[in-house]
């Protein structure tokens, strides 16, 4: 009695374990997206979602700060090759890499920022927000 | 050796067997038909990017040469705690990436709903059970022999 529920139990792992190579993959997760380019334009780090030419930059606000959130067309991320930001039309700081994203300092008292971001290899994407 | 000693050998093997079957399976399909399996595994595989044939190929080398580890460990006990490490050692990375992947946002927002059981809880079992048989065997190291 004991040795057949010592199989079955055995039985029920090997098959969690059987199936995992092919669980990996996830049954309905979306991963990227596969309906092509455009098709999703969610944030997915809780900012707003704006398009520059054929790219998607997520700004995430913070009282003193910004994080930028660069990705193609398909919503791959993407490190811009350098970043900058014009706040007030006066006063630019210098965007940094840090882990995963873009994070510019910027005054409290900030109205505007002119967003600058150099792709690399590919196009300057220049975006006025708000 | 007590029955209930053969007993429980013989239900690690059988774990063992099913999971190499998995391994081997699905190794073999992604390098014999990598466009098959893009399309047809159930899961979003397209949704992840477009099919790159030699990558598949690539990763299912990595899957079959787990499932020969796991499938030698069927028949020779003594392999089964480097076999488990092998393959634990590839799904945790795998589970690792798929964090730093969807921190950085290249999954959608809600990715970790559909990873936490296929991917992460899977994964969690995986490091129970390399702990399970690491434990048993210094158990059995250090046992008094008759």
């Known amino acids: 009695m004991k040795n057949a529920l010592c199989y079955m139990v055995a039985a029920a792992v090997g098959f969690i374990l059987f199936a995992m190579p092919f669980l990996l993959y996830g049954l309905g997760g979306g991963h990227t997206h596969g309906d092509g380019p455009h098709s999703d334009h969610g944030a997915r780090h809780g900012g707003q979602v704006l398009m520059v030419s054929d790219y998607h930059l997520e700004l ?6 910004v994080e930028l959130y660069l990705s193609d067309a398909f919503r791959r991320p993407l490190r811009p090759a350098s970043c900058s930001v014009e706040f007030d ?3 630019t700081a210098i965007c940094e890499w840090r882990s995963h994203r873009s994070v510019v300092s910027r ?4 109205q505007s920022g002119l967003y600058q971001l150099r792709v690399d290899g590919g196009p300057l994407l220049t975006l006025k927000f708000p | 050796m007590s029955s209930n000693t053969q007993a429980a050998g013989r239900a690690w093997g059988i774990v063992f067997a099913l999971f190499a079957a998995g391994n081997l399976a699905n ?12 399309v047809h595994l159930p899961a979003n595989v397209p949704g992840s990017g477009p099919l790159n044939e030699h990558f598949v190929r690539d990763t299912g080398c990595i899957f079959l040469l787990i ?11 003594r392999c089964r705690l480097t076999a488990l490490l092998f393959a634990t050692g590839f799904y945790g990375a795998h589970a690792v990436v798929h964090v730093y992947d969807s921190v950085r946002g290249l999954f959608p927002p809600g990715q970790w709903r559909y990873d936490l059981l296929p991917v992460y809880g899977t994964t969690l079992l995986l490091v ?4 399970w048989v690491a434990r048993r065997g210094r158990g ?3 046992a008094p022999r008759a």
């Open chain 2, 128 to 131: 129970i059970l390399t702990l």
């Open chain 2, 140 to 142: 059995e190291r250090s």
């Open chain 1, 60 to 65: 995430v606000e913070h009282p003193d700060s």
């Open chain 1, 89 to 91: 039309g006066r006063r």
């Open chain 2, 27 to 38: 190794g073999s399909w992604m390098l014999a038909n990598p466009g098959h399996w893009y």
């Open chain 2, 67 to 77: 499932g020969v580890a796991l499938a030698i460990a069927v028949w020779k006990p």
């Open chain 1, 107 to 110: 005054p409290i008292d900030t």
